[in-house]
């Protein structure tokens, strides 16, 4: 299985940007697919998470602002994310979690500008 992420770039304070995730390979059934990041010289931090029966989860500093959503029959997730500050800058992961293991895609780098 690989996972394919794409949509970060260069935008400005209170800007958007959606992020998409998209499976190939093996597909499986993905119990859970995610989103996580990462800043420079911090540890990598869970965001939102969308489980198959449709609850979500969000972080509390990103909570009204980011939504997830799935597309279950294009194995893709989505991240929309509104009103943008410079603490969102980071390298974004997928993370997509099945009964046969997890999986990790290779990151798109968001930055936030003041």
């Known amino acids: 299985v690989q996972l394919q992420a794409s949509g970060g770039g260069l935008v400005q304070t209170g800007g958007s940007l959606r992020l998409s995730c998209a499976a190939s390979?093996?597909?499986?059934?993905?119990?859970?697919m995610g989103w996580y990041r990462q800043a420079p010289g911090k540890q990598r931090e869970l965001v939102a998470t969308a489980i198959s029966g449709g609850r979500t989860y969000y972080d509390d500093s990103v909570k009204g602002r980011f939504t997830i959503s799935r597309d279950n029959a294009k194995n893709t997730v989505y991240l929309q994310m509104n009103s943008l500050k410079p603490e969102d800058t980071a390298v974004y992961y997928c993370k997509f979690i099945s009964s046969g293991g997890d999986y990790w895609g290779q990151g798109t780098l968001v930055t936030v500008s003041s």
């Open positions: 390979g093996r597909l499986l059934f993905f119990n859970l």
